[in-house]
Structure formats: C-alpha cells, structure tokens
C-alpha cells in the first residue's frame, strides 16, 4: 500500500496568538510559518508525490502553495473537508488560556472519547472523519498509482493525533499523548496487515523517505524501509 505524509500546516496567526481557529475564516500562516512552508520544500526533495490533499482551510492551502509551485505536475491540491479542523463550537476563537479554566478542558485532555464541543462536534466525530477520509484516500491512491506511490495530506494537528492514535491502535483517550508541531512530517504505510508509522511530527530531514535503489533489499521494500511482513527493520 502506498505512504501517507502527513503535513501538519506551518504556524498561524492563531497559533502564535494561543487562539483555537477551528474554522474561523481569515486565519494566515505568520511569518514563522510561510518560512516553514519555503523550507517543506527543500525538506520533500527527492520524495516522489502521487497527489497532494488539503484541507479547505486556508493556513493548510497556503502551506502546500511553495511545494506545488516547485512541483506544477502535481496541479491544484484537492481539497476534502474530511481533513478539516475540529469543529470546535463555542469554544472557537477563544483564546487556550480561557479554555485551560473550562470543566471540558480536563475530559478532552484524560478522556476525549467522552469529549464533545459544545455546538461542535465530538472528539469521536472528528477521528471517525479523519480515519476514514486517510483510508479511503490510500487505497484509491494504490489503486490509481501502486502500492509504492506516496501521497500527501496536510491537515491539522489534532485530525493527525487521531489519524496516528488508530495507526497504532491507541485508544482515542490516548491521542493526547500524541504531538506533532506546525510543519511537521508524520508517515504511515498502510498494508494488508496493519500500518505502519515510519515518521512522527519530523520538523527536519525527510531524505529518509527517498525511494531505496532497486535491490537494496529484499521482500517488499518500500519508502522508509518499512515492509508489509509482521517485523520491519
């Protein structure tokens, strides 16, 4: 099965900010973060890409904008809003000190299955949306391009955690533990077996992720080394 990089969007206006965005419209990577979009560039050279998914929001689009100019092949990204932010409700555009006081914010940090926001969605929705529109994408990927394609999905920081929490087959009450910067790089190989999680929220050197020369290994190689057997190297 193809590999998934997962692009968290480089830091916004809201991050530096400590706001929660969720889908708040108008919200720009800062200076900080149109810096970390330049840099994805150079970081993803040499990593070949099948297609480039976003989602609709604009911080995520405007952290795909310097890799796709370098990479005009790839065209517009395609957007799915399966990949947007949490909806967050009320607790939109408030600023994470206020929110740190809420009863809430203690149940969506120890038991966030249980975590629903009021006039949003729960923590539930959220992973069942994002884990669905990851698969989905994967097979249709291996189906267009092969099982060696990589893809990549740039998103936001909590769909990641719930993305990777199911690839390791943590409970969503652990996806807390999970923790993945602005323009950070987390990989997953998906096989007929389970995934695998080659990456995770790797802010530097990607060249890792480079195809291996044919015959540099034996069974099935793939993009990071990995393989679809039960044990990896």
């Not at 998103?155 to 993945?180: C, E, M, P, S, Y």
């Amino acid at each position: 099965m193809p590999t998934l990089l997962l692009v968290r969007h480089g830091r916004s206006t809201a991050n530096s900010a400590g706001i929660l965005a969720g889908w708040t419209p108008g919200v720009d990577l800062d200076g900080t973060g149109r810096a970390q979009a330049a840099e994805l560039v150079e970081r993803l050279a040499g990593v070949p890409l099948a297609l480039a998914v976003s989602s609709p929001l604009e911080r995520c689009r405007q952290t795909l904008e310097p890799l796709l100019a370098a990479r005009p092949e790839l065209g517009e990204p395609t957007v799915d809003d399966r990949l947007g932010e949490c909806h967050y409700g009320e607790w939109t555009g408030r600023p994470l000190r206020e929110l740190a006081t809420e009863p809430l914010w203690r149940t969506v940090q120890d038991h966030a299955s249980a975590a629903a926001f009021p006039g949003g969605e729960s923590l539930r929705a959220l992973s069942h949306r994002t884990v669905a529109a990851a698969r989905e994408w994967d097979e249709k990927i291996a189906a267009e391009h092969g099982p060696d394609a990589v893809w990549l999905a740039c998103t936001h920081g909590d769909v990641i955690k719930a993305i990777v929490a199911d690839a390791l087959g943590l409970h969503l009450d652990h996806f807390q533990r999970i923790n993945v910067d602005p323009a950070s790089v987390t990989a997953i190989r998906y096989t007929p077996l389970r995934p695998f999680l080659l990456r995770m929220g790797d802010t530097g050197d990607l060249s890792g992720l480079r195809p291996k020369p044919s015959g540099a290994s034996t069974g099935d190689a793939v993009v990071g080394g990995s393989t679809g057997a039960d044990a990896v190297g």
